[in-house]
C-alpha cells in the first residue's frame, strides 16, 4: 500500500516536510509506505482554462512541470495527503496553481473513494483557513477524508519547531492511524461492497 503526500511549500526541509515526514512514519507500521513529492521554489504556471486537458486524446495538463507525473503517481496510490504551510490564511500561490491543474486536469473519478490526509503548518493562527482550502479539492474529487480529532496541523515557524507543539503533534500522529485504518476499510470492502456509481453531470449556470 501507497500513499503520495504533496509538500506544498517552498521549502523542501522545512516544517511541511517534517509534518509529512512524521506521518509517514506513523504509516510504515502499517504497511504503508509514502512517497512525498516536493513542488520546489520554482515558479508554477496556473491553470490557463485552456481545457486542452478534457480533449479526448488528452494526457493531462499541457504544461510539464511535475504536475502530470505527481498525477500518475496519485491514481497508482492508496491515498493523498496534501501538506502546505499558512501564507496570509492560505496555501502559498504555488501550491494553489500546482493543485488547480493537478485536480482540475484529472477531473473525475481518480480520487473517488480513495483515503485522504491533511498536514497543516502555521506560526500561529490562520491555519483553519489552510485547511478548509485544501479540503475543498478533495470533497470536489470524492476522496474520503480520513477523521482528525482536531483540524490536522501543527504550530513552528523555523524548521524543526512543529515538533515542540505536543498537541499538533498528537492530532497528526491520530489523523495519520485513522488513515491507514481507512485504507484498510477500503480495500477490506471493495469486494464486497459496492461503490456509489456517478450521475450523469448536470451542470446549472445561473445564468440564462
Not at 509517514?24 to 512517497?35: A, V
Request: charge should be positive; include cysteine.
Amino acid at each position: 500500500m501507497k500513499i503520495i503526500a504533496i509538500n506544498g511549500s517552498p521549502n523542501k526541509e522545512g516544517n511541511t516536510h517534517q509534518a509529512l515526514a512524521y506521518m509517514s512514519d506513523i504509516l510504515k507500521p502499517h504497511g504503508i509506505d509514502t512517497e512525498i513529492v516536493h513542488i520546489g521554489k520554482k515558479a508554477v504556471q496556473g491553470c490557463t482554462a485552456c481545457y486542452s486537458c478534457l480533449k479526448r486524446d488528452a494526457k493531462g495538463c499541457i504544461f510539464d512541470d511535475g504536475v502530470n507525473e505527481a498525477a500518475e503517481k496519485i491514481k497508482k496510490a492508496e491515498g493523498i495527503i496534501l501538506g502546505s504551510p499558512n501564507y496570509w490564511g492560505g496555501i502559498a500561490g504555488s501550491f494553489k496553481a500546482y493543485l488547480d491543474r493537478l485536480f482540475f486536469s484529472n477531473y473525475g473519478p481518480w480520487l473517488s473513494g480513495k483515503a485522504a490526509g491533511l498536514a497543516v503548518v502555521t506560526r500561529r493562527s490562520g491555519g483553519v483557513g489552510v485547511v478548509h482550502q485544501l479540503t475543498n479539492y478533495l470533497m470536489m474529487s470524492q476522496a474520503v477524508i480520513a477523521p482528525s480529532p482536531y483540524w490536522a496541523l501543527a504550530h513552528g515557524m523555523m524548521a524543526g519547531e512543529l515538533m515542540k507543539d505536543d498537541e499538533g503533534m498528537q492530532t497528526l500522529r491520530e489523523h495519520s492511524h485513522s488513515m491507514a485504518w481507512l485504507i484498510k476499510m477500503i480495500n477490506a470492502a471493495k469486494d464486497t461492497v459496492e461503490k456509489p456509481q456517478p450521475e450523469k453531470k448536470v451542470r446549472t449556470n445561473f445564468i440564462r
